[in-house]
């Protein structure tokens, strides 16, 4: 075995395999040769030997009209620690929020200054457009607002320095008032996003910091311009306070409530 | 003669190549590492699951970090949300995770238990989907497998699943997992025909010790094998109630999964949508 493989050599084939990957996304999940190639940026020849390594190693599975990715990765993807971790500590107050307001909960954490739905949830007919693992832009939403606001300093800054994405005519793409609502979530604990990643959905959500850490953020989402009434964010502030209380400890001494 | 530009770029293509097929069989062979039962690896574990060498594994295991499909906390390496995230494209069950899911939470709320998804891949139920209640969780996990025959998931989709998938299944070497195990053809056979007859099968304490779990069919999307769960500890435990509710909610689930099948799968004429009677409920087969 070659153990002094250049370090270049590495990076350069485990980062075109991460662009393979990345080119599949919700709405994408069957990708052709060319598209693979458009969307990977790679060349195609690249694109296409790769591609069949991937699906020998099970990576990704062949389809008669292309690629998707494989049943390997979804089974990787599972075991995901910090969303098992955060499954225990969070799911019940995520259930008992949905019941309570009958609309729908979610939990998510920051990734590349984007946002990652671990689980959503809803004890209703209302149903997110979203699946879990789904990606949006942290700042079109209350979610990634609420965790931009706690996170670290340099995933904001990132994101103030671009241009901030438009989902809907509601996203909010001038910085200074996202700046300003940021402060405000600093010092409320509640972010709202009324209508900005999705028409007629609107979202209030709040970070769970455990021991001055940001671990995640919840939210409770709804049809209409604004569901950020003060029964909603007593019952969701209630829910933070409760997972914080709990969290990490062993689900074995977390007695049925 | 010299070679043109493009044959130089295909030869170097073809060496990058080389080494890319060791490159990615090494990141397989770590992220092989992490199962259910050991999450949190040190280098040390890599090393030893492995059997490659420290600076391999740690130059591996950093620039995975960096790509987002591990993480790294305190001194152990677990499989990252990147992974997670891409994962969930998997397009095999894709539509039939979303439609369900739903249903799956609904179903967790009427029941008070944990409700499941699972199909048969070969001899085994792969759980796809596990909706905890509160804070039971089942034993299985989420992608992964347990043979099908000592469980409620496994049993409702043998028992309606096509004579080869079935014989398949049950020719396997069968373990008494707890002492309520059926381990003996005759028994998982009469089982079986129970099934057909009631419409869902019931698990008591045939996998875990202290668990039971209530299972009907779903049929699935085009060859698929699928059914749902509600699970929960053994007290207490209303089978017959859980069990109209899991029946009614598998019904409902079918019912969706038929009006929804459109043109990208085969449609299954045999496979009816109104009654939840034990005939409607056989999932479509390879046949359909």
């Not at chain 1, 438009?166 to 008032?177: F, H």
């Not at chain 2, 008591?204 to 060859?223: H, K, L, Q, W, Y």
Request: glycine share 8%.
């Amino acid at each position: 075995m070659d153990i002094d493989v250049d370090l270049t050599s590495d990076r350069t084939v485990l980062s075109r395999a991460a662009k393979i990957l990345e080119a599949f996304s919700g709405s994408r999940r069957v990708l052709s040769l060319n598209a693979l190639t458009e969307r990977s940026n790679l060349p195609k020849s690249t694109t296409h030997r790769l591609a069949g390594r991937l699906v020998s190693l099970g990576w990704l599975e062949r389809q008669p009209d292309g690629y998707r990715i494989g049943m390997s990765l979804f089974e990787a993807g599972r075991l995901a620690e910090r969303r098992i971790r955060l499954r225990e500590s969070v799911f019940p107050s995520l259930q008992d929020l949905a019941m309570k307001t009958q609309l729908a909960t979610s939990v998510a954490v920051l990734s590349n200054d984007e946002i990652v739905v671990l689980d959503h949830l809803s004890a209703s007919r209302f149903r997110l457009p979203i699946y879990n693992g789904a990606r949006l832009p942290a700042t079109c939403t209350a979610l990634g607002k609420a965790l931009l606001a706690r996170g670290p300093a340099d995933a904001l800054d990132r994101v103030l320095d671009n241009p901030l994405p438009r989902r809907t005519d509601g996203s909010i793409v001038d910085p200074v008032v996202l700046a300003n609502q940021l402060v405000t979530i600093q010092e409320t604990g509640v972010a709202v996003a009324n209508e900005e990643a999705f028409a007629g959905i609107s979202c209030v959500a709040a970070p769970l910091c455990v021991d001055g850490g940001l671990v995640a953020a919840i939210s409770i989402s709804g049809p209409g311009q604004r569901i950020d009434s003060s029964a909603t964010v007593t019952a969701l502030l209630g829910a933070v306070r409760a997972i914080c209380a709990d969290y990490g400890t062993p689900r074995a001494m977390v007695a049925d409530r | 003669m010299g070679k043109s530009a493009t044959e130089t770029g295909v030869l170097a293509a073809e060496m990058d190549s080389d080494s890319g097929k060791s490159v990615l069989e090494r990141a397989t062979t770590i992220l092989a590492c992490f199962d259910h039962d050991m999450p949190g690896c040190t280098l040390k574990d890599l090393c030893e699951r492995t059997g490659l060498p420290k600076s391999t594994v740690h130059r591996f295991a950093e620039r995975l970090v960096e790509m987002g499909w591990l993480e790294r906390l305190g001194g152990e390496y677990m499989i990252g949300i990147g992974l997670f995230e891409i994962g969930n494209l998997a397009d095999r069950y894709f539509r039939l995770r979303m439609l369900a899911l739903p249903y799956l939470h609904h179903l967790s709320a009427t029941t008070r238990c944990a409700t499941q998804l699972a199909v048969l891949r070969g001899t085994n139920v792969e759980y796809l989907e596990i909706v905890p209640y509160r804070s039971f969780q089942p034993p299985s996990h989420e992608g992964g497998l347990m043979p099908a025959y000592c469980t409620a998931l496994g049993k409702a989709i043998l028992a309606f699943a096509p004579p080869a998938d079935l014989e398949r299944a049950l020719d396997v070497q069968r373990v008494r997992r707890t002492p309520y195990t059926l381990v003996s053809n005759g028994m998982l056979r009469d089982e079986l025909a129970r099934i057909r007859a009631t419409g869902v099968a019931i698990d008591r304490e045939e996998s875990f010790r202290g668990i039971s779990c209530v299972a009907a069919g779903i049929g699935g999307d085009g060859r698929t094998l699928a059914a749902i769960s509600a699970c929960g500890r053994s007290v207490p435990f209303d089978a017959p109630q859980i069990a109209n509710q899991v029946r009614r909610c598998a019904a409902a689930i079918r019912g969706r999964l038929t009006a929804t099948r459109g043109n990208a799968t085969r449609s299954c004429p045999r496979y009816a949508t109104s009654a939840a009677s034990a005939v409607d409920h056989a999932p479509p087969s390879v046949s359909c």
